[in-house]
């Protein structure tokens, strides 16, 4: 029963890692880079949702989500505008150089805003639901559909619309795609409203689960990394497969090994994963390194 | 005078980090974001050892060999990914040993660190004092420059260079990828490793806290600020980033802003980093293209 709860809190878990593995597996299946500063999407979203909910508007935090989310796309939009775009033609080690520089931004920029403690918003949603030993909390169960409801949603972008259609031209071979009059523009820009929107809502999510901090991004964005590794660079699918499995390995682990090592397997799992199958465990043909 | 005296040091020290990633970064285009882990590789080792009694020769000789051992154990398993999978993959290797930094507690203490490192003692068995140390490290960053600059005039770093550029050829000249990547990473990790030791017995304290993602984001900026792949491009860049740094702290603000002052600190360097890759990518000194032994 023990390990029947630590695989639950897992699903819910990789369902958050989900949600930002699939923004960072869009955003390197088109843009062919690692995009470091998607981790600050998350944390971006979070206290901006903070923001809108403390004293000068004092939104209930369900109002705040939509200003907040609004505000995140709006930086990753920014993001894309002002550094990524003008070094699109540049090696892949400048645009992921750029984007650790960016990330470096963003987060003492929060850190400057908020300060560095632990902050946490004030709802109360610890109440859960039992069944026998296993215990839900109602936050817990509110993230999993949440993760459901857009992963069905982007499921449904992608193979019902004309624009998933357009998306998924791009990110096969966007020069290509671009010359059959695939508007490059919008499709680019759809990338981005959609990662930064799921990292938002994740990044909220996860914030009223446990509490925020500067550095939520950037370990929420390593193990994203370690779940779009597991599924396939570039393979939404195989991200969100990859972000449960994340979940579950390291809810799995505390009954192992000690509590201090949790983050130790999804680093575990970059490196045997680059090692091993770096297209990731779907791949049948050989991956591209 | 002492304060003087302390900002020559750590910046010398960063120097010598810096340098050594400028070998595997900037001749070999291998972007270790892990090599922070070798900092505090021989960090550990060094004040480990200094702290159960042996000599500190003997510690700073061992942290070097540990972190090259390392080094080449890393570099046998990583070597085979290129570009930004190495980089990710070095940077999951650097957060693996904070990690172990922080939860081995029967050997480093945890997050508490080790506090009281002894300082190397003068012949007449007197600690060395501030600028006893500093001509020391004065010392080491000139012979690390000066070995570094000979590898990379060497044949050595011409072919580093030239598997830089395009392993095709260098493999149709007959060159061994491997054993020069290798190499190359295990004499940047001996390098780190002297480094990270000078920085224990330096500062007498460390913790994990000290060989953070954010040491990586720092010795990358100053590789780059300086102009990576030119021998005297990291030792600029430490100088610009610790002189911005120290500056940033004499700003006439209030007090009570003194918290938001790292924060600060930190905005500042990532849009460095971002309007150095968008603006000069080469750094302040470009690599010299064409020159003698190119």
Not at chain 1, 144 to 155: G, R
Not at chain 2, 121 to 143: E, K, N
Not at chain 2, 210 to 216: A, C, E, I, N, V
Not at chain 2, 236 to 258: A, K
């Amino acid at each position: 029963m023990y390990y029947l709860q630590l695989v639950i809190n897992g699903i819910i878990a990789g369902s958050m890692y989900a949600l930002f593995a699939v923004g960072l597996t869009m955003v390197y299946g088109v843009f062919r880079f690692i995009n470091f500063a998607h981790g600050e999407l998350i944390a971006l979203g979070a206290y901006s949702a903070l923001f809108f909910t403390s004293p000068p508007l004092s939104l209930p935090l369900i109002w705040a989500t939509a200003p907040a989310v609004a505000c995140t796309v709006c930086v990753g939009l920014l993001q894309d505008r002002l550094v990524f775009q003008p070094l699109c033609h540049g090696t892949r080690m400048t645009l992921l150089i750029a984007s650790i520089g960016l990330s470096y931004l963003l987060r003492n920029a929060i850190q400057f805003g908020f300060g560095s403690d632990l902050l946490s918003y004030n709802v109360d949603l610890a109440a859960g639901y039992e069944w026998g030993p296993i215990i839900v909390t109602r936050m817990q169960l509110s993230m999993l559909i949440t993760a459901v409801v857009f992963l069905t949603f982007l499921y449904w972008l992608f193979t019902r619309t004309m624009l998933g259609k357009a998306l998924r031209a791009v990110a096969d071979n966007m020069e290509l795609a671009g010359i059959m009059g695939i508007p490059l523009g919008r499709v680019n820009r759809t990338v981005w409203i959609l990662a930064a929107t799921f990292a938002a809502v994740g990044g909220i999510l996860l914030a009223m689960d446990t509490s925020l901090e500067p550095m939520m991004g950037v370990i929420n964005l390593l193990k994203a990394f370690a779940a779009v590794l597991l599924g396939g660079p570039g393979n939404v699918w195989g991200a969100l497969i990859g972000g449960i499995a994340i979940g579950v390995a390291e809810n799995l682990s505390v009954a192992v090994l000690s509590p201090g090592y949790k983050d130790f397997i999804a680093f575990a799992v970059i490196l045997v994963m680059l090692l091993f199958r770096p297209g990731g465990i779907f791949s049948f043909q050989k991956g591209m390194r | 005078m002492d304060y003087l005296l302390h900002i020559a040091i750590s910046t010398l020290i960063y120097a010598i980090f810096a340098m050594s990633l400028n070998l595997e970064l900037g001749y070999a285009g291998l972007y270790n974001f892990g090599h922070i882990a070798f900092f505090g590789i021989g960090a550990y080792t060094s004040a480990l050892m200094a702290v159960g009694g042996l000599p500190i020769p003997l510690g700073i000789t061992s942290a070097m060999a540990l972190a090259g051992l390392i080094g080449a154990g890393l570099a046998f398993t990583v070597l085979r990914l290129t570009g930004d999978y190495f980089g990710i993959a070095t940077l999951a290797f650097g957060e693996m040993m904070r990690l172990l930094f922080l939860n081995e507690r029967w050997l480093t203490k945890g997050p508490m660190g080790i506090p009281g490192i002894p300082r190397p003692t003068l012949l007449g068995g007197m600690p060395a004092d501030l600028l006893q140390y500093l001509m020391f490290t004065v010392a080491c960053t000139i012979l690390v420059f000066l070995i570094l600059h000979r590898l990379e005039t060497s044949p050595f770093g011409r072919a580093l260079k030239v598997v830089r550029e395009d392993e095709f050829v260098a493999q149709a000249f007959g060159k061994n990828l491997l054993s020069l990547k290798m190499r190359c990473i295990v004499v940047g990790s001996v390098i780190a490793g002297l480094a990270g030791a000078l920085w224990a017995h330096y500062m007498t304290y460390i913790s994990p806290n000290d060989f953070t993602l954010q040491g990586t984001i720092i010795v990358l900026l100053c590789v780059v600020l300086g102009g990576k792949g030119s021998p005297s491009g990291p030792l600029l860049g430490t100088c610009v980033v610790v002189l911005l740094q120290e500056s940033l702290r004499f700003l006439p603000i209030p007090t009570d802003f003194g918290r938001h002052v790292a924060p600060l600190q930190g905005m500042v360097f990532g849009l460095m980093l971002v309007l150095l890759m968008l603006r000069r990518p080469q750094g302040l000194i470009a690599e010299l293209h064409g020159g003698r032994g190119a």
